[in-house]
């Protein structure tokens, strides 16, 4: 029996008005909220958390844990934050999912706030995408009017009010902290750990930060239950998780999926490889991740699996590529974004991305040599673990994991004094060329 | 142009309608830049004194912030910002191409804007489309499943003063100006325009329906159901 399908979040994007109140609570919308308002705020609490939901971000970390870290009330503030700057290469869920249904994150952040005692979130949206925020400025007033947000929310003495918060271009400011800092009015820096958001988070107080497919998935997880959402997935990574294929693939999109779903799997949904041509490489959960191989199809979709196959299940985030394309080239352009938005704060990675960059460019034009390989990884080992965030970490991984794979292709680059591949081959309008 | 004593007025009130949002006031410095430029068309020194003076800011630290973040523009930008995404996927699935085309059709590298101020070029990071790639942002509306040819007649439309659709988005592309108001977080009441979701989004929905699969049942608890198997356990 091969894994199917499992749409929650993604059920029903394709309706007329996918975005509004009124599809939304025509499938269900809102009953988890009424369910939830009903329980004590403990309770909702111990349902995520048995639920073994776990961060959807690409940390994965167990979010009901997350919040049972926030220290007990002093009756001032607390705040909820959901990230939606979704911009890790490769990843493309968030959008989607907040351009069609706005009003499942809604729901979810009301219920999260009843849940860790919050009266004010906020959602940071990076400002790339204009429409994006148009619908959720318009879902958040949709649910104002309807006593969803406000005073004394649905009769039960809870108030919330959401406020959604445009970035301005910056990478950098989906790492937590550092999201803080640019939603503070600041630069978007990382900040020291200790202390956690969870105790001296938004103006010093305890915030939870969560990413949106996360919020996203708290109702169906209050509203059918902590083992309804533990039939899915595996032991340790529980639940459903939006897939999220793009590139060489016949039929690139979202595919929602339980945890632990192969490629090999996903691939047959998405009509496999463009045809002629082979996987060569991916990522299993966007550009920070390792890259895998074809060796790599039944490495289950898990947290657990994919970190003992050598990479990491971040984001879910699976770009594919085929033969017909240059891994250095790849990791090249991969490296120049890590340089663009290394927000300078730590020597590892500020200087480090910097020559990183500068020594692949030889290598892709191929000029340099290969004692050039051992000083990518040497650069590299100077970065992992003395970074000040995963930023830095995270440029690594394309660079190590292709040496790993791909040294001949480096190699050959040196031997024929320039890139042994056609990029014209790799484009989806190759014909254009012809 | 400096900012008349009108124009400030009405940047007053808006600054105010947006720091109301917060409860501490410079968390509205990022909107508030945003409203410079939907009122200048870039971070101009007259704009930054303003954010300065109404958050009680020294203009250094404003511009500070200003210049960390790449949509906040230190040069009057066209009426449109053309960003052809060239991270890796797009680039590789045809980004690069389009981007050539685009620089040599407009005479204008990445930054650069147009001598008629139309259209100012960028190559931009990956926006969030991956599964629409190549894709081209037009004051950051997506245009999906580009080629140099459809990115080419994008620019020669805007050129010519036409309105053009964008994929998933609003049903025309509004100006920068117009654009960076509501990222100020004005809606403009564009909202129930365009899509809910593209084909690409949708293939995963549709397949299931198609397939019959759907999620567990509820009042199933932990057995597994209907061609779901528990992972791990099989
Ligand atoms: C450079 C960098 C960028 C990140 N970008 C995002 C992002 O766009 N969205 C997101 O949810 N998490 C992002 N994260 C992870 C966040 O720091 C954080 O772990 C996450 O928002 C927590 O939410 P979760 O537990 O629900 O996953 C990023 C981390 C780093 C280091
Ligand atoms: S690792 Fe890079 S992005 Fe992170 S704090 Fe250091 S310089 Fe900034």
């Not at chain 1, 959807?56 to 007990?72: E, H, I, N, Q, V």
């Not at chain 2, 203009?59 to 973040?69: I, W």
């Not at chain 2, 019959?212 to 509820?218: H, K, Q, R």
Request: charged share 20%; hydrophobic share 40%; net charge negative.
């Amino acid at each position: 029996m091969t894994t199917t399908l499992t749409p929650i979040l993604t059920a029903f994007w394709d309706e007329p008005h996918s975005w509004s109140r009124k599809t939304y609570e025509r499938n269900g919308g809102y009953e988890a909220l009424r369910k939830a308002l009903a329980m004590p705020a403990a309770d909702v609490l111990a349902a995520v958390k048995d639920s073994g939901l776990r961060g959807r971000g690409g940390a994965g970390f167990p979010t009901g844990l997350k919040w049972s870290f926030l220290p007990k009330p002093d009756g001032g503030p607390r705040y909820l934050v959901v990230n939606a700057d979704e911009s890790e290469p490769g990843t493309c869920k968030d959008i989607p999912l907040l351009m069609a249904s706005p009003q499942t994150l809604i729901e979810g952040a009301i219920i999260t706030s009843y849940a860790i005692g919050c009266h004010k979130a906020f959602i940071y949206l990076r400002g790339e995408v204009v429409h994006v925020y148009r619908r959720l400025l318009g879902a958040v007033a949709e649910a104002k009017a309807a006593g969803y947000l406000g005073e004394n929310i649905l009769g039960s003495g809870f108030d919330l009010d959401i406020v959604v918060h445009a970035g301005a271009g910056a990478y950098i400011c989906g790492e937590e902290t550092a999201l803080l800092d640019s939603l503070e009015g600041r630069r978007g820096q990382p900040r020291l750990k200790p202390p956690f958001p969870a105790v001296a988070g938004l103006y010093a107080r305890p915030t939870v930060v969560n990413n949106v497919e996360s919020i996203a998935s708290v109702p169906s997880i209050v509203g059918r239950g902590a083992g309804w959402f533990k039939s899915m997935g595996t032991d340790r990574s529980s639940g459903f998780g939006i897939f999220s294929l793009s590139g060489h693939v016949n039929r690139p999109g979202q595919y929602e999926a339980p945890l632990g779903i192969t490629l090999r799997e996903l691939l047959a949904m998405a009509g496999g490889i463009r045809r002629g041509h082979e996987l060569k490489f991916w990522t299993p959960g966007g550009s920070s991740t390792p890259i895998f191989t074809g060796k790599h199809l039944d490495v289950p979709l898990d947290f657990e699996s994919v970190g003992a196959a050598g990479s990491m299940l971040g984001t879910r985030a699976l770009q594919i590529f085929d033969d017909t394309t240059c891994v250095v080239r790849a990791v090249l352009r991969w490296t120049e974004f890590y340089k663009h938005e290394s927000c300078g704060k730590c020597t590892p990675c500020r200087e480090g991305t910097y020559w990183l960059a500068q020594v692949l460019k030889r290598l892709e034009a191929g000029q340099g040599s290969e004692e050039d390989l051992a000083k990518l990884l040497d650069i590299c080992d100077n970065i992992l673990g003395r970074a000040f965030c995963a930023l830095g970490d995270g440029a690594t991984s394309p660079i190590t994991s292709s040496i790993q794979h791909f040294r001949d292709e480096y190699l050959a680059h040196l031997a024929q004094g320039g890139c042994p591949f056609d990029p014209s081959r790799s484009t989806l309008f190759e014909e254009a060329f012809a | 142009m400096p900012l008349t004593a009108d124009v400030t007025e009405r940047l007053t009130a808006d600054a105010h309608q947006i720091m109301e949002r917060y409860p501490v006031a410079r968390s509205a410095l990022l909107p508030m830049l945003h409203l410079v430029q939907s009122e200048e068309g870039y971070i101009s020194p007259d704009g930054i004194a303003f954010c300065a003076r109404t958050l009680d800011l020294t203009p250094a630290e404003v511009a500070a912030v200003a210049t960390f973040y790449t949509q906040f523009k230190r040069r009057p930008n066209g009426t449109y910002t053309v960003g052809v995404c060239t991270n890796t996927l797009c680039a590789v699935m045809g980004g690069d191409a389009i981007f050539e085309t685009l620089e040599k059709n407009l005479g204008s590298g990445h930054d650069e804007t147009t001598g008629d101020g139309t259209i100012t070029l960028e190559r931009v990071e990956c926006n969030a489309g991956c599964d629409y790639a190549p894709v081209v942002m037009v004051n950051w509306e997506f245009f999906d499943n580009q080629t140099p040819g459809s990115a080419k007649a994008i620019v020669d439309k805007l050129r010519a003063g036409e309105a053009v659709v964008p994929t998933r988005g609003a049903a025309k592309v509004h100006t920068f100006k117009e654009a960076s108001r509501v990222l100020a977080g004005f809606l403009d009441g564009h909202e129930n325009e365009g899509v809910g979701a593209g084909p690409a989004s949708l293939q995963g929905t549709l397949l299931a329906r198609r397939e019959g699969w759907t999620a567990p049942d509820p009042g199933a608890g932990t057995t597994p159901v209907d061609g779901t198997k528990q992972k791990g356990q099989s």
